[in-house]
Structure formats: C-alpha cells, structure tokens
C-alpha cells in the first residue's frame, strides 16, 4: 500500500510539473531589429538588442510578459484582458496596455511620456 501511494504521488507531481509547461511559452529574440508575436499561451518574451516590435496582443485571457531590452522598442499588451506585464529596459520604449496592466521602465505608457 505504501509503494502504491508513492508512486501516485510522484505521478502527481510529474503531471502538475509538465502541465506548466503546456502553458508557457518562451519567446526569444536575436541581435537583431525584429517583430516577436506572442503565442496563445501564457508568454514570457525576450527582445535582445535592436529596435522591436512586442506584440502581446493577439490572444486575451492570457498573462504575458515582455521584456524590450536594449533599444527603442514598442510593445503591445492591448489583448482585452489585465495580467499582463512590459520591462521597457534601456532605450526609449513605447508600451502599451490596458488599465491594471503593469509596466517597468517604458518612457512612454499609451501614448504619454512617463
């Protein structure tokens, strides 16, 4: 009996630790200037250097966050929904969101200079 409840609960612990990774997406960028699109899952994205464009704004209901890095970057977290974050980082970014979105270090949040 003791090996049985061992054994399902190390089984329980496997499920709930592959079930997180069903939900989350890791999106990385390069060097480069580019476009990073979320996924219709619960996203973690990474601009690196360059000027890019974030766009966190396809599929609501989701917790995104998105991170601009180095560069001017513009970031888009208008999904309909609120739990959602933007890291600007260095350089000049434009972020933009919903009310109860939270943003970090964007000089501009919807259209006015922070």
């Known amino acids: 009996m ?9 089984m329980a612990v496997m ?17 480069n200037s580019e476009e990073l699109n979320e996924s219709n899952k619960n996203d973690q994205i ?5 000027d890019d464009l974030i766009f ?3 599929y609501g209901g989701d917790s995104d966050r998105a991170h601009g890095n180095k ?5 888009d977290l208008r999904d ?11 350089g000049e970014d434009d972020c ?3 009310t109860g979105d939270s943003f970090t ?5 919807n259209g006015v200079e922070k």
């Open 15 to 31: 499920v709930a630790l592959f079930a997180v990774g069903a939900y989350a997406a890791d999106i990385q960028g390069t060097n």
């Open 80 to 90: 309909g929904d609120i739990k959602d974050h933007a890291w600007g980082g260095k």
């Open 46 to 50: 990474h601009a690196l250097l360059g």
């Open 2 to 10: 003791r090996r049985v409840t061992l054994m399902l609960a190390v």
């Open 56 to 58: 966190a704004d396809i």
């Open 105 to 109: 270090g964007c000089e501009f949040v």
């Open 71 to 75: 560069g001017d970057d513009f970031i």
């Open 96 to 98: 933009w969101g919903e």
